[in-house]
């Protein structure tokens, strides 16, 4: 069974850092694309950071220069470094592991057949 599971959210001034981590077990970590999806308060899932299994990232212009995501293979972990923390980066952050394909423009933990999230870490940002 594919399991996934945040830790290291809370709540932050802005202009502050967090460090969010995503341990995996149940499949072939090394081989599969990862990612980090967030959910605002009223607002949409995002798909805003992966990561392939040779290493290439992609993420959105929002966050560029601002977070950095990473894996460990060996350890079985995807993590999301935070630095300079905005109020509009508050949301409900998701890791999410997929064979292929990281699915856009969904729910946050929806259905998706081979797709698999974590529960999910609060990230709060006050001004």
């Known amino acids: 069974e594919v399991q996934l599971a945040e830790s290291g959210g809370g709540s932050v001034q802005a202009g502050g850092s967090l460090r969010l981590s995503c341990t995996a077990s149940?499949?072939?970590?090394?081989?599969?694309?990862l990612g980090w999806y967030r959910q605002p308060p009223g607002g949409e899932c995002e798909l805003f950071a992966q990561i392939d299994r040779r290493g290439d990232i992609w993420d959105l212009t929002s966050v560029r220069g601002r977070f950095t995501i990473s894996r460990d293979n060996a350890a079985k972990k995807l993590f999301l470094q935070m630095d300079r923390l905005k109020p509009q980066d508050t949301a409900v952050y998701y890791c999410?592991?997929?064979?292929?394909?990281?699915?856009?423009?969904?729910?946050?933990?929806?259905?998706?057949?081979?797709?698999?999230w974590g529960q999910g870490t609060q990230v709060t940002v006050s001004s």
């Open positions: 149940g499949f072939a970590f090394e081989t599969w694309k």
């Open positions: 999410a592991a997929a064979p292929v394909v990281l699915t856009t423009d969904v729910p946050c933990r929806g259905d998706l057949g081979s797709q698999s």
